[in-house]
């Protein structure tokens, strides 16, 4: 079987004339990240959500307005875009900025008495250096299961394609679900009071899995709502259906895991979240290979390996949470 799809349109002059790049923007992003982590920490997830909300907005207007020009503004056409991305990041930043410095939080931004401390230093990369990691391993999963599912072919790879695009949806609900947790958890076990921070972590972990398990539930019983909106094909469609059943039931596993692995961060034991991380990049390589240069399990067969891989990651970190390990450490 073999998938055709249409020519492409010649694309029109004015598309492929070159086009000067935007600002550069990673000032204003890794700034507004900076600050971002900082009032997160201080339990202020409400100013954020406010500020990127009026951020977004503030994108979506002036997007038109630069590209196509309007009253004094000139049309700077493709390059309004990046403007307007630029723009809308540096007012966010801003904002923050104004915010941390108001007093309004515990944590107050002055550079007065500021002094660099190897320890602080030591302690910042101990659990930031695995954290960064973690979203390298992730895609590197991604990488190696869309090798893996283009060889099964075309339609094969274009279901896969359709079918981990939920899987990823699922990673901005979970982490802002799981911000909390970094915030309270920390604040809990900084204030002594051990059971309560525990007991945040598993009813957080409780609450990612009903979001995760209810997209999944959705993913079992009608996957179709979601393949619609890439694929008219019936054998994409079929193949995505068939990835997505399997891959649903362990939707929770996923959510499960990301909560409770912002609670190891909250303790400052990030090497457990990257491990179990680590464990389901193996788990996907070696049974990928297998699947497709042993068996002829297909598609199927790699939507289990990936499942099987999920649950690996989610046990990992609630084994190791439910015994303690993150606490060893401080």
Known sequence: MSVTAPPLPALEPSVTAPVRPAPPTPAATRTGLLLTSVIRGAGQATVLGVVYVAADLAHVLLVPLLVFGAGPLPALGVRGAGVATVTSLALSTLALAWYLASGRTAITLSLRGVRFERRLFAEILRVGAPMSLQPVLR???LVLLTGFAASQGPAALAAFGTAVRLEYVQIPLTFGLSAGVLAMVG???GAGRIARATRIAWIAGALSM???????LLALTAPELWIVF???DPAVRADAASYLRIMSLTYPFFGLGMALSYAFQAAGRASWPLLATACHVVFVSLGG???TRLTDGGLDGLALV???GLIVYGTTL???????AWRARR
Do not use: D, H, P
Not at 318 to 324: D, H, I, K, L, N
């Open 289 to 291: 290979w297998i699947v």
């Open 318 to 324: 609630a084994v190791s949470f439910r015994a303690g």
């Open 210 to 216: 009903t979001v995760t398990g209810a997209i999944g």
């Open 306 to 308: 990936n499942a099987l």
């Open 187 to 189: 604040t809990n076990l």
């Open 230 to 232: 890439f694929s008219a």
């Open 139 to 141: 895609n590197l999963t």
